[in-house]
Structures are given as structure tokens and as C-alpha cells.
């Protein structure tokens, strides 16, 4: 009899989940397909191409896919391989706290075309449970003085260690990080800046004082621990994490996934002093064959005639930085940036720094097992812009960066305590 | 990051610097062979003002296709795409022909071709924007354009329709007595009869048989076996006409259609110059039949297929090897062709491991004393290699499979190919066609 097993049944999202087939014949060519829907209705498919054992068995940990969305030996394969039917969507979990993504895994047992498979019945299906957080995390929406997101806390009594979580400045609020920062002992404040609630659509600038409020914020709360804040931040989010870090010396551990050293786009101020962005080159854009836009070289005439002061004094900045870099980053030039940025940490004596550098992983590094969404098409412009990434490299990058920003985190904001003898 | 807001300021800052009027943008010539080049000039600049220059071109269906390509006047306000570089769009560096090659469909994953090659040319609008757009709007209006056309056959060029026994295609002829040296052109797994090639051929001098097999006309629907005597009788056919050269014929083949003629050069002696471009030496999918010879196809490993990051499937590792002991019936017997072989190979084909084909096919013909073969890589180049200035179609979806399939290629290298391999397979056809003339 055949038999699919797919455990635990009702995970985290960024825990793995052990898959194996029995029953079936042996040396024989099986597929098994993963299938999620949305919130909004897109589905999602991959499949891989596997040979049972000779006693008919297929175990996911240790067998190699040998076609597909994947091959080699990749027991989340079917997870982050995941592609929309729809061109380019992306998934996103809005609602992170009172559902789950259901995946559903299906084996066919025939060595059917990729084409025949939507209209064959699996031998078999389980449906799993993938959460965005533990059981006991809780959600409050934060809408104190100009604050506005949610803060997430682990379950328990106590404190724990307080986290900013920020993405790039596409507006509304995005909770799944922080959620899952909860759901690891953090308690994490996603945070709105832009086109959510009343803030404003487009801001004209970037007021550090708003972050600065979210910090005073998290350390006043009695369940989170200080005397540090850390900061998760990618993209936009970055830039104004590296800001943050300069300029407030409560923040003690800064995040910086695939940032600038500069500021773009919107300009920053602080107590008045306005921090100016480097121009955009739009003509530098780079089209591909199917027409996804790379942006990445954008900044490069400006960067090269830029003065010192358009580059943040990163060397002022009392805390532990993170560097995580996409090397295949499409959008911007993270590694170029990081690099500058560390070059700068280092020409001033300074190495409260870590960079982490995952080649052909691209610019949305996200928590493990997320499916690699290579482009978006961007609002108002029909373009698509690319982000950068190959599929099983950016997958390794996400599991490994995703346990190092952790440890990271734990290390810099909890404060270890030694027995004096 | 979200570029609307610069794109947004920039565009601000370089409107207010053009007031002057006259820019003035030449394409010549305006009307032309679609594999002829264009030479796009811009005067009346600014000196060193940015620029947006864009193509766009709507086909037969309605669907539209168009590349842009940012450049920077000289100190007198003048721009050559012969001498100038792009800066960034859908090419950089000097590429006189880059708007043409780089156009893209709107809608994704289609692929361009000419339908109607004798009555209508495609239309390609370009347009020149006085600042950097990176999305042209509805609302931005060009400071000046042309419009060029690019023709698939030449004045004089006859398309006949032919249907003369089993044999279905169009056959065209160039203007003149003739005789002219005759080819077959054989497209690949799409089915149906695409005409371009073989209009374009018949430009250049050649009468050429475009030849359809499957899915045209009274012909079967699907492709289940490959009978060679039909080709045979098509070949037979166009030998026997008034306005072709005998004793021998070409044929011009890609992907599928490789199969079938390095068959008819194996088999028949009417075929005396052969060219293969990315296609296999050996039998895959189908049986192909021959009198009372069959050889069975190699099989195809379905599990092998790979779907890149956008859904796209890449076969190059899905078919069997054709090296393998075990399949060495279904691989032709290439060493009893007669005639020139040329095998044209685009190193970056997702589709097919052209190379592999060609080298195997080669070392074959050497391993048995013969030196009539021989092979142009071209490193870069994908799957459909056509004649130059043809888009790169890099993935579309196929008529023998659903789903897209990809087919690989670097836009710049691709058209290069192109380019380079047009020239190639007329020189080739010109040597080994006319020679056979000479020998009478």
C-alpha cells in the first residue's frame, strides 16, 4: 500500500518537514508536487522527478531530485521551488496570526509529462500546515504617538530581547518577519513608515525621529529586555537601520540585508540635518531577454563622483552590525555597498562587524523555505524589475542567514551573564 | 526601492533644458529586406543631451513588441547608432541594429514571426524622447520618429502554393529564368509552415521550398513518425522543376528538422548540401521510416526536464545520449551522406546539447574517412537561430508540448550569430549548389 508522510503536519514555516513515500514499486520514476493557494486565490505548484529504492521507497532527506523545480538532494525543495501560476506573483502571507498557508503534497506514481499532471489524480496527498507563528505569540496593533505597526511577544512570562523589523519603503506593514522573530523569543516590532494607516503615501523625507520614537518605544515596554534594541531591516529598510544605528545608541545589533551605504530616494533628516540621496541613473537600467529590468548599476555614476559625506559615518555607530549580501542582487549593488561600508568599519580600527556574502542569492532574502520571487512588476511602471537570485543558492542562503541573524541577534541583545569567582 | 520618484524628479529636470525644436532622427533605408541593416541617425541635439531611443512594432495578431535603448548626443548634438554606445535599456554598447534585435512582446513569452511574407512588411516606429525614459506613457510624446519597413521578400520574388501529390508548402522563386539552385527549408517540433527564411533565401538568388510536414493543411495534425519518402517526393518535386539547377539540392534545417535532413542526405542522393542548426544527429521522439528501414527514436528521459525560476522547461538533459552504446541504431548513419554538411550550434541552447550533436556527427564523418563536414559554435547563441535582426525569442510556449519552453540565449551574442550565420549559410549554398552546375 502506498504511503505519504509529510511530519509534522502543522509547522512554523521556517522548520523543515521530513517527507517520505513507501509502498511503491521499486526503481521506479515518481512525482511529487506541492501545491499552496494563497489569500487572494493565486496558486502556487512545483514538482520533482524522483526514483524509489529497491524496496519502493522515496525518503526526501537523502534521495536526490532528479528533475523538475529542482535536482540533487533538497528535502525543502518542493517548499521554496514553489512557483506562481500567475506570472511573477509573489507570495506573501498577509494574515500572519489566525491562519496558516495550507500546502498540499501529492504523488503521482507514473513518469507522467509535467503537462499531464494537472489533469491526473496523486496516488496520494497530505496537506500541511505551514504557520507564520507559534502558538502563544500575540499581535498588538501599535498605534502609539506617530507609531504605527504591531508589535509581536513570544508567549510567557519575562522579557525578552526587542526588535525592530523593517522592510523597504513599498508602504503598508509587513508582519511575517516579526512574527516569526516572536515565535524565536523576540519581541519584534514590525514598523510601518509609509502608505499604511494615516502615514503618508509617498513621505517627502525620512524623519529619524519617528524611528528613534519606535526605539523609546520597545524599551519602555515591560516585556521587552534592554538595554539594547536590535534591528532586522532589508532594502529602503536597511538604509534607515544603518541611519538608526549611527545615530541612537540604544540600538546595539543592526541587521542589514542587501542595503545601501547611502541614502536613496528619499532624503533622511535627523534633528534637522538632512541627509541628501544619491542620484539615479535611470538610463544605467539593464533590460534582459524577457524584458525584467536590473537596476542594479544605478548609483554607480553618482557613487563615483560622490563626495565622503554622501556615505554614512558607519564608524560612529556603537553597536554590532550584520551584513547579509545577495551577491546575484539584481536591484541594487549590495555587495558593492557592503563592501564599502566594512572597507570604511576597518579603515577606522573598528570590527564590531560580520558580513555574510551567499553567492546566486538575490536581493528578497527571506525567511527559510519563502519560494524565490526573481521579479515584481512595479506599481505605477509597467515594468518588471528584477531582483535577482537562482533558485537552489537563494534557498541555501535563506536557511543559513535566517539561523545566523538569530544567533546574532541573541548574542547582542542578550546580555550574558558571568559569575565573578 | 521604488524608482517612480526619481524617475519622476529627473524627468522634471531635463524637460525644462529642451526647448529647441528641431531634432531631427533619419532611419535609412526606410524601406528594406528585414535582414538588412538599418543606420539610425539623430541631429539637432543638444550637445551631450540624454536620450530615449524606442522601436515598436505590431504583428499580424495585434501583439505588440518594443525595445528602447538610452544614448548620449556628442558635443554637436548628434548621435550615429553606427559609432555610439548605449548606455542602458534592452542593450548597452554599440549596436547599430539593437533596437531591432532587442524587441520584446508586451505580452511575455511570444515569438515573432512573419505570417503573410510576400503582401506586407512589419512596421517598426521609432521614436526619439528628449530625456531618460525608462517607461515610455501614453501621455510622453516623442520629439520626432519614423517609421521603416522591413520586407521578407524582394520586388520580383514569386510565392507559388504548392500542393503537387503528397508535397505541401510555398515554394518561392527568385525573378528570372533561372535556374536557380533549390533548397528545402525545414523548421522544427512547432508544425504548420513559417515562410520567412525561405522568402529571404529567395531574395538572395536561391528557389526555396518552404516545406511543411505536420499540423498544415490536409497533413496529419500531430507528428507520429517521420516517413522519409514524403520529403523524398519533395525533394523529387522541386528537382524536377523548369527553374531549378539539378542534379542537386539543399536543404536548410533547425531543431526537429535537422533530423529529417541529415536523414534525407544519408538516404537520398538527391540532397547535396545540408544545413543543421541546433539540431540532433540521431532519431528522438518519432520513428523515422524509410522504404523498409526503420530506426526506432532514442528514448527521452521525462524526469530530466528542468523548470527554471519563471516556469519555463529546459529539455537540453531530457533526451537521451546519443553516445551511448545502446543507441547507436538510432543515430544516422551520417558517414553515407553525400554532399557538404554544415552544422550551425548556439552554445547556449536550453533546448537541445547542439554542440554534442554536432561534435558526434563530426567525429563520425572523420572516424570513416570523410572530411565533408564542418561546424560554426557560436558561443552565447540559444536555440532559434534565425536570420539577422529577429528578436531573440529566449522562451515561448510550444505546439508539441504546453508550457514554455526554454530556449536560451544572450541577446547581444545571439544576434551576433545571427548575423555572422546568415552570411554562412548563403556563402555555403552558393559554393556547394553552383559547384554541382559547374560539374554538368
Known sequence: MIQLTATPASTLTDEPVHIRATGLRPSQIVIFQATLEDEKGNLFHSQAYYKTSEVGEVDLDHAPSLGGDYIGVHPMGLFWSLKPEKFLTKLMKRDVMTSPFLVQIKLYDSNLPLAQIAATDPKVSVTLERWYRAPGVTRIQVQEGHLRGALFLPPGEGRFPGVIDLFADIGGLIEYRASLLASHGFAALALAYCDYEDLPLHPEKIELEYFEEAVNFLLRHPKVLGPGIGIVSISKGAEIGLSMAIHLKQVTATVLINGPNFVFSTPQVYRGQISQPLSFSPQLVSINALGLAQFQYCFEEARSKASETFFFPIEKAQGHFLFIVGEDDKSINSKAYAEQATEQLRRNGKDNWTLLSYPGAGHMLEPPYSPLCCASKLSKLHLFMQWGGEVTLHAAAQEHSWKEIQKFLRKHLIPVVTSQL | ?440
Not at chain 2, 172 to 191: A, M, N, S, Y
Not at chain 2, 336 to 354: H, T, Y
Open chain 2, 1 to 440: 526601492m521604488d524608482p517612480t520618484l526619481y524617475l519622476a524628479l529627473h524627468r522634471a529636470h531635463y524637460r525644462s533644458l529642451c526647448q529647441l525644436p528641431m531634432f531631427q532622427l533619419t532611419a535609412t533605408p526606410a524601406s528594406a529586406l528585414a535582414d538588412e541593416p538599418v543606420h539610425i541617425r539623430v541631429t539637432g541635439l543638444p550637445p551631450w543631451q540624454m536620450v530615449t531611443l524606442t522601436a515598436s512594432l505590431k504583428d499580424e495578431k495585434g501583439y505588440v513588441y518594443q525595445s528602447k535603448a538610452f544614448y548620449k548626443a556628442n558635443e554637436v548634438g548628434e548621435l550615429d547608432l553606427m559609432e555610439a554606445p548605449s548606455i542602458g535599456g534592452d542593450y548597452v554598447g554599440v549596436h547599430p541594429m539593437g533596437l531591432f534585435w532587442s524587441l520584446k512582446p508586451k505580452k511575455v513569452f511570444r515569438r515573432l514571426t512573419k505570417q503573410d511574407v510576400m503582401n506586407s512588411p512589419f512596421y517598426v516606429t521609432l521614436n526619439l524622447y528628449d530625456s531618460v525614459h525608462v517607461q515610455v506613457s501614453t501621455t510622453d510624446q516623442p520629439r520626432a520618429s519614423q517609421t521603416v519597413e522591413r520586407w521578407f521578400s524582394g520586388p520580383g520574388v514569386q510565392r507559388v502554393q504548392i500542393r503537387e501529390g503528397r508535397v505541401r508548402g510555398a515554394l518561392f522563386l527568385p525573378p528570372g529564368e533561372g535556374p536557380f539552385p533549390g533548397i528545402v527549408d525545414l523548421f522544427g517540433g512547432r508544425g504548420g509552415l513559417t515562410e520567412f527564411r525561405a522568402s529571404l533565401l529567395a531574395t538572395h538568388g536561391f528557389a526555396v521550398l518552404a516545406l511543411a510536414y505536420f499540423l498544415y493543411e490536409d497533413l496529419p495534425k500531430e507528428l507520429e513518425e517521420i516517413d522519409l519518402e514524403y520529403f523524398e517526393e519533395a525533394a523529387n518535386w522541386l528537382l524536377a522543376h523548369p527553374k531549378i539547377q539539378k542534379p542537386g539540392i539543399g536543404v536548410i534545417s533547425v531543431s526537429k528538422g535537422v533530423e529529417i535532413a541529415l536523414a534525407m542526405a544519408c538516404f537520398t542522393k538527391q540532397v547535396v548540401a545540408t544545413i543543421c542548426i541546433n539540431g540532433p544527429n540521431a532519431i528522438y521522439e518519432f520513428p523515422l521510416r524509410y522504404k523498409d528501414l526503420v530506426i526506432t527514436p532514442i528514448p527521452s528521459f521525462m524526469e530530466r526536464v528542468q523548470i527554471d525560476v519563471l516556469g519555463a522547461m529546459r529539455l537540453r538533459y531530457y533526451k537521451g545520449d546519443a553516445r551511448d552504446e545502446l543507441n547507436q541504431k538510432s543515430v544516422l548513419p551520417i558517414e553515407k551522406a553525400q554532399g557538404a554538411i554544415l552544422f550551425i550550434v548556439g552554445d547556449g541552447d536550453e533546448c537541445l546539447n547542439s554542440r554534442e550533436y554536432a561534435e558526434q556527427a563530426l567525429d563520425q564523418l572523420r572516424s570513416h574517412g570523410r572530411n565533408n563536414g564542418r561546424m560554426l559554435v557560436y558561443p552565447g547563441a540559444g536555440h532559434l537561430i534565425e536570420p539577422p535582426y529577429t528578436p531573440l525569442c529566449y522562451a515561448s510556449p510550444h505546439s508539441l508540448s504546453s508550457g514554455i519552453l526554454l530556449w536560451g540565449g544572450d541577446p547581444v551574442a545571439h544576434a551576433a550569430a545571427q548575423e555572422h550565420s546568415w552570411g554562412e549559410i548563403q556563402k555555403f549554398f552558393r559554393e556547394h549548389l553552383t559547384q554541382t552546375r559547374s560539374k554538368l
